[in-house]
């Protein structure tokens, strides 16, 4: 067996929750109603709506429920409607490293198939913690930009959590390895051009694949050997070497702890451009803006050409990616919300007028502190000459400026309120926060249903 292999396995086989220290425990619980509200606060996006109407048509032995109904399929299945609605807005966690991965992805396989084992919340607890072990490694070891789609981290983190849940010993872990990694490898095609739903979903089909090799792997299923440094593996595909980090709890610290909570619907390097444009927007008139500079690190070299999708976004998922959308809005509304990404207000022609007006450059410097600061100066110059400038060297929810407690909540309920009364929100969080104490995860989720539904 190949080493890095061989080390996770065995890293994933002794994980254990008595282990976990108390603030990585409740660390967990946050991240746990951070993607709760992110899913129901996404419920009635056509994606969502799309991905629980095929959910439907699976009939699991044994099920997982659908968040936000009573409805229950395959945990395969509810893994990926469950995580259609993690990820459709674009507002769950982020961990930023060599590359890049939305981690909180996994919840949505771990929550499915500890639901259809009646798992107790420790064993959830430790399967989601382990899952971003998984998949913010694979960050921290990958190159930036190789190609493929950051989502191949997830599967194998969403994997490992769920053999978790399953009580999967070293062998199997291995196995479970072997069928998230070799049927998965995923196109960066999917964050290209005017993106589609699958922008959304694709975390979500991860999840799934996820929970499905783990489910493989614990019916006795056995799988190919060496899928990281054989031959075809993936140091073949990938055309380098590379070694895991320091695990947590093995000489690093647990990485659920350094993954940022997002305080603005949008993509994590549009976080700091935000900030920064919200803190000017009480200084100035948007018809009165000659220019707009932003000043950013690598993600820049993205809006060198000015024809591309981004700085003219066409639907929402492309919208939630567009610094120059995002920063434009943020300048002339003094927020960002979900409404700021409805399709309709992407034709608004004061927003078109303003982003034309907009111009983006990398800061050596900023650079070169990323990713352990993820800096941004905004500079506007009116028409008759003034300037104006904000610089943000973390955003808010950034490790190194985290949301309290009570701001996590209070993100969960404005997520959703539309779809849940603020009695129920209350329950929902209450019960989180008990997670460590329930013999079964099913009473968090069953307290997850919307209105109506």
């Known amino acids: 067996m190949d ?7 065995r890293y994933a086989a002794d994980f254990r929750y008595e282990d976990m220290p108390a603030e990585v425990v409740h660390e967990t619980k946050r991240k746990l109603i951070d993607t709760l509200g992110c899913a129901l606060g996404a419920f009635n996006a056509e994606p969502c709506r799309i991905a629980r109407a095929v959910a439907r048509r699976s009939v699991g032995n044994p099920p997982a429920r659908i968040l936000g109904t009573q409805d229950k399929s395959t945990p395969e299945q509810a893994a990926f409607a469950n995580g259609a609605m993690v990820r459709c807005q674009d507002y769950n966690d982020s961990y930023l490293s ?25 064993a959830v ?10 998949s913010c490694n694979f960050a921290d070891a990958m190159p930036r930009e190789q190609g493929w789609d950051n989502v191949f981290y997830d599967v194998v983190g969403s994997a490992l959590g769920c053999a978790k849940v399953l009580g999967l010993n070293q062998e199997q872990m291995t196995h479970t390895i072997a069928f998230a990694i070799v049927p998965n490898v995923t196109l960066e095609q999917t964050r290209l ?17 996820g929970a499905f090799a783990a489910i493989l792997a614990h019916e006795g299923m056995t799988g190919p050997r060496d899928v990281i440094e054989g031959k075809w593996g993936l140091w073949n595909l990938l055309g380098c070497e590379f070694q895991w980090a320091p695990f947590g709890g093995r000489g690093g610290p647990y990485r659920i702890t350094r993954t940022h909570i997002k305080y603005y619907p949008g993509v994590v390097h549009a976080q700091s451009p935000i900030s920064a444009a919200l803190q000017l927007h009480p200084q100035i008139n948007a018809d ?23 700085w003219h976004p066409a639907t929402s998922e492309t919208a939630d990616h567009s610094i120059p959308y995002l920063v434009a809005a943020a300048l002339i509304d003094g927020d960002i919300t979900a409404a700021t990404l409805a399709e309709e207000r992407l034709r608004d022609p004061k927003l078109q007028r303003l982003m034309a007006k ?20 905004i500079v506007v110059t009116t028409k008759g000459g003034e300037s104006k400038s904000a610089h943000v060297r973390h955003f808010k929810g950034h490790i190194r400026s985290p949301l309290t407690d009570a701001e996590v909540e209070a993100k969960f309920r404005t997520l959703t309120e539309h779809v849940v009364d603020a009695r129920q929100a209350d329950a929902i969080i209450a019960k989180a926060w ?20």
Request: net charge negative.
């Open 288 to 310: 009165d803006v000659a220019s707009v500079v932003i000043e950013s690190y690598w993600v820049a070299k993205r809006y060198t050409n000015r024809d591309t999708h981004l």
């Open 193 to 209: 051009g005017e993106l589609s739903m699958w922008k959304g979903c694709a975390g979500a089909n991860a999840a799934r694949n």
């Open 125 to 134: 607890i430790a399967g989601a913690a382990l899952a971003y072990e998984g």
């Open 434 to 453: 008990q997670l460590d104490k329930l013999d079964d995860i099913g009473e968090v989720l069953a307290l997850c249903v919307v209105k109506g539904k």
């Open 358 to 377: 907009i111009s983006i450059q990398e800061n050596a410097e900023f650079e070169k502190a990323y990713p352990a600061e993820m800096q941004c100066r």
């Open 98 to 122: 060599s590359a890049s991965c939305h981690p909180s992805d996994a919840w949505s396989a771990v929550l499915a198939v500890g639901d259809a084992m009646h798992a107790s919340g420790k």
């Open 3 to 9: 080493k890095n292999t061989e080390a996770l396995a």
